[in-house]
């Protein structure tokens, strides 16, 4: 445990220095990645005084010492080519051909381009974007102008010459600069010279920007220097240059507050957000200050999905950390019918926006009708993308397994999603990270491809895994040690209990707090089940005073059980507090008890006795015996920042925790309604539905629904909002986590009445480490370290918490003879045999 800490520590303050450090200007390089097709056309350009050699060299050298091992130049998605290969493979292989260098890269070009132009022609044949239309015919001219035989198979030249067409028609239909396209013709300026299409040098300086480029495109940029020889032009390419002397990206000057915003949108989503609180903070206090003032959208389709990607992004990232944030924020495309209309028509170019502003949306505070109305939206159109099982060609950003995404997110919401289950499905889903969609090319918009970065999120799951095996080992020990596995009645869920509480939060190091709410859950529902199967009025009563007294004289069987385990939990958890400098609030604790037990009492005592209450009454005793005040509130002590203890009193409950009481209650209610109804008891569906003999039971369920959907909106808002109470945030993340645990329960069945329907999640969480295959782009290159053929590396959290395996085995009881007799690290020497990457792992 202490070697992992080590390595973790280590890697989070390599970090901090190298990506988050604010001392240094090159640090969003780490999240934006080169574009092959740009940097050969910057390499293009000759020297002003020499004219046989290039004026970027570097440029020149970072094309031959960055061919894919496959022969391609460019991007891949789950270790697959991208379309926009075959345009940057015959751009470099053209300027390699120029300058007289890369024979071997040529060659290596030509196989990929001979074996697998065809295929991915054809696969994505009617799914092509604009810009394909423009760059690759020039391509294939450039390449050709330079003597390189493409010799394309038949079936490749009949798509090709459709290509051709559409581009002619392209060039026909649209101005240089063309309102509703985006980038417009004109910043294709360097296929020109192949379209036979000619733009005078007075054109072309009208459209160049302050900064001397031609619509930010460093290959437009490069050609207009070279029909015009502006110094404006020059003086952009070299800044360019020196700022990203390794491989230039697709656009520049970059929006950095969209990189800024990916970067912590990553980092919450891998969860190590913990590690990089500050710098998280810093950023986003930077970047709220510009929506502040926030400017009207442009007025072009393209532009607009950039910018309401960038928007819905904000917004939800704002509002989890408790900035006060309009949804007009990103809700403003509602208005705009014309833009409504283009995202529908258009869905499947626009597949990672509209999935962004579902995200967004999961954070609706109550009497937001704008954030309902775009997650009715955005849901709507989703669900007609995903039954098409196609989803190509997106004009924003396109994310590896985003089909399964999207499936997961329509299916379970986030608020039934365990935040835990949700950092081990970004580690493994999204491996190769999301491609931004630019001019000519994808390029990533992703934290996700800095190894290090991966590297510490597997090995941050892994570490959290042993952890959480120590924790419910311990747990396990404790209930058999007070019998409560042995009831002879009700449920045994000391798993359950476990993995919802520790998979719900994003706190590694509670252990108290963790193990504190599971044992308060354990003892609950050993509790309930007891008052509502098999104890008599008279036992529950005997039970109810011995409570009241404190005092377990008397008491005999169950009854005895359920006091000491009470009374135990009660007096060891006052007394760590008191340790802990806080005041002794063990009789505060008591009545907390007391009050759940006399609620437990009431519901029984109504079914037993036919009552039936009035909706009010049954809520002010169902809020109560739902019982999550107690794990929140006793638990919330224990916190860096503690709860005033003045508010740890009965009956004195803060807004949020009456909207966790009310939500938990009314979800509870929903799913158990029918096991309720067998055994007699009443329910908040059932006591509806007998108020109301001409409803149905489909009506009882949706009044309830619509009740819980404003009570959780509530909730969010309680949670979400800063205000000037004496709370701390951590108290709030608990109301949320405890709600959270819940919601994943009680989503769409009953889950905690299962015997094994959780048993997938509970490995994953807690057993079973992530799998995460390395990238190709971070494997070695062919030209310069090539790797055994048909070696295919896989790294789980067995490798990366290989620190922790030397100490492993005397913190969680595994014998040394155990450990495989080749340590992982060894494995992954071996197979990483390149220098360059035996440090990473020394």
Known sequence: MGSSLVSINLLVTKLKEEIFSNTKNHHLQSFVSPSAYDTAWLAMIPHTLEHNSPMFKGCLEWLLKNQNEEGYWGESI???????????????????????????????????????????LHHHHHDLPRWFFIVFPATIELAESYGLDLMFSDDAKSIISQIYHVRKQIFGMEEMVDKWQYPPLMAYLETFPMTKHNVDEETIIKHLSEDGSLFQSPSATAQAYLSTGNQKCLDYLISLVQKYPNGVPENYPMDEELVELSMVNQVQKLGLSEYFTEEIDNILRKVYRSYTDQESPQDNKIFIATKLYKDS???????????NISPRTFCWFLYDNEILDHLENYSRQFTSLLYNVYQATDLMFFEESEVDEARSFSKKV?????????????????????????????????????????????????????????????????????????????????????????ELAELKRWSKKWGLTEMGFGREKTVYCYFSVAASTCLPHDSIIRLLVAKTAILITVADDFFDMIGTLEELHILIDAIHRWDGKGLSGPSKVIFDVLDDLVRDTTETLVLHGNIDVIEDFRDLWRETFNSWLTETTWGKNGYIPSVNEYLETGMISIATHIL????????????????????????????????????????????????????????????????????????????????RKELLKHVFTEDNSDFPKQWKSLHLSCFKAFQMLFNSSNLYDSDADLQLDIEKAIYVPPKHELPKYLKPQTTMHPFPQKRNLMITGEYFQTPARRFVHGFVGIKCHQLPKKSMRNVIYEVLSPPMFRSCFI
């Open 78 to 120: 789950n270790g697959l080519p991208t379309i926009d290969t075959l345009p940057a493979t015959l751009t470099s292989m053209a300027v390699l051909r120029k300058w007289g260098t890369g024979t071997h890269n040529i060659e290596n070009g030509l196989k990929f381009m001979h074996a697998n132009t065809e295929n991915m």
């Open 313 to 323: 992004l904000a917004f939800r990232l704002f509002r989890m950390h408790g900035y």
């Open 632 to 711: 929140v509130l006793t638990s919330s002590c224990f916190l860096n920042s503690s709860l005033p203890l003045f508010k740890v009193k009965p009956q004195k409950y803060e807004n949020i925790t009456l909207s966790l009481m009310a939500t938990t209650r009314l979800l509870n209610d929903i799913q158990s309604y029918e096991k309720e109804q067998e055994e007699g008891k009443m329910n908040l569906v059932l006591l509806h539905l007998k108020e109301n003999p001409d409803a149905s039971m489909d009506d009882s369920i949706s009044l309830v629904k619509t009740f819980l959907e404003g009570k």
């Open 382 to 470: 989703l669900q007609r993308i995903s039954a098409t099982k196609n989803i190509v060609n997106d004009t924003v950003v396109m994310l590896p397994n985003i089909s399964k995404m999207i499936e997961e997110e329509l299916s379970i919401p986030w608020i039934a999603r365990l935040d835990h289950l949700d950092h081990r499905m970004w580690i493994e889903q999204n491996n190769e990270g999301p491609l931004w969609v630019g001019k000519a090319s994808f390029y990533r918009l992703s934290c996700i491809h800095n190894f290090q970065l991966m590297q510490l999120a597997v090995e941050n799951y892994a570490f959290r895994q042993l952890i959480y095996q120590n």
